[in-house]
């Protein structure tokens, strides 16, 4: 593919122009929005941060296993 190619995780409307979205950008807005969306949730107080990141821990330690636990 050459430099000036880019593949577009989804195309768009935005003021009548269709408007290509790339992977990166993609992964981008969806990391801003969920960081946004978790501050908030701190701020309101509806949720622990500690609570929060030992939910995250546990839910990595469940769903994405090391190679050497794979072989166990």
Not at 33 to 59: C, R, T
Request: avoid cysteine; charge should be negative; aromatic fraction near 6%.
């Amino acid at each position: 593919m050459a430099d000036d190619e880019q593949k577009f995780a989804l195309k768009m409307v935005v003021d009548g122009k269709e408007r290509g979205v790339t992977y990166e950008e993609l992964a981008l807005s969806n990391n801003l929005a969920q960081e946004a969306l978790v501050s908030l949730l701190i701020e309101k107080k509806l949720i622990d941060p500690k609570e929060f990141m030992e939910k995250i821990q546990a839910i990595k330690k469940e769903r994405y296993r090391s190679p050497e636990d794979l072989q166990k």
